[in-house]
Structure formats: structure tokens, C-alpha cells
């Protein structure tokens, strides 16, 4: 049979409109609870609040009217870390989606928001400012990035 493997007709269900067609049987990709877990973290998600992570990042890197702070409260420091994660989280997920990646530029930012992501919020207060002001430039490069790219557009007018 030319090296291919010949199939008894019973051992392929029949589509129902045409049962002369062989059809492989359904499975689900997942496990029910895998499809679960994934249902769970649909119903968690939240968009990011562009506007508050832009009063953020101006508040941490400074403005015309704010200067760079010298301090942050270690609750502050955490709470605009996780805004700063979930943001770069959802670019980075866009970018990927959009094949961002093939752009040397936008792929060091893909890269570099992964690593800086993952870093752990340091104890000490120079530290944690010197951690989320990386995380804020990234987030301001890579929103700038997808956008002359024209994957988002707008983010950055917030």
C-alpha cells in the first residue's frame, strides 16, 4: 500500500452529512481541569487603567511639573510595581501576538520586560526606586515601539 497504513472503515466515525467521509473523533485540547483553570483567569483579568499607570510613570520618572522622586514608601512601591508588571505583561502578550518579535528593537524590549518582570521588588528604597523607574522606561519604550509599529495605537496619548 505505497508505505501507508491502511484504516478499517469502522475504526473512523462517518461525518453525518456525507458518511462515505472518514472523520477523526473529536478531543478536547484540555482536560476539564485545565479548561477550568483557564476560565479562572479569564474571569481575574482586568485591562490595564492606561491613565493610571501614565499618573505612575509620571510620578516616578518625573515631569515638567514633578520632579524624579528621591523616596517611595515601600506600599507605594508595590502597588506601582504590579501596575507596571500588568502592563508590560499585556504588551508583551500583544507584541507576540502581532509578531513584534521579528523587529530587533521591539524583540530587546519583548526580552527585557520578560526579565524585568520577573525581578523581585528590592527592600531597600534606592533599589526599588532604581527598579521601577527600569520597569517605567521599558513600559514607555515598548508602548512607543508597538505603536510606530502599528500594533496598539492611542496607549500612549493617555
Not at 1 to 6: E, P, S
Not at 80 to 92: D, P, S
Request: hydrophobic share 40%.
Amino acid at each position: 500500500m505505497n508505505g501507508t497504513i491502511a484504516l478499517a472503515k469502522a475504526a473512523l466515525p462517518t461525518r453525518p452529512g456525507n458518511p462515505q467521509v472518514r472523520a477523526a473523533p473529536w478531543r478536547p485540547p484540555f482536560d476539564a481541569a485545565r479548561l477550568q483553570r483557564v476560565l479562572e483567569s479569564a474571569r481575574q483579568w482586568e485591562p490595564v487603567d492606561w491613565k493610571q499607570v501614565y499618573r505612575g510613570l509620571d510620578s516616578l520618572l518625573g515631569d515638567d511639573d514633578h520632579p524624579q522622586p528621591t523616596h517611595i514608601d515601600h506600599d507605594a512601591a508595590e502597588e506601582l510595581a504590579q501596575r507596571l508588571r500588568g502592563a508590560l505583561m499585556q504588551l508583551v502578550h500583544r507584541g507576540l501576538r502581532d509578531d513584534a518579535d521579528r523587529d530587533p528593537e521591539a524583540a530587546r524590549l519583548i526580552a527585557l520586560a520578560r526579565e524585568l518582570r520577573d525581578e523581585e521588588l528590592p527592600g531597600g528604597a534606592q533599589q526599588a526606586l532604581g527598579l521601577l523607574r527600569r520597569l517605567g522606561a521599558v513600559t514607555v519604550e515598548l508602548v512607543d515601539r508597538l505603536e510606530s509599529m502599528g500594533i496598539i495605537e492611542g496607549v500612549s496619548k493617555c
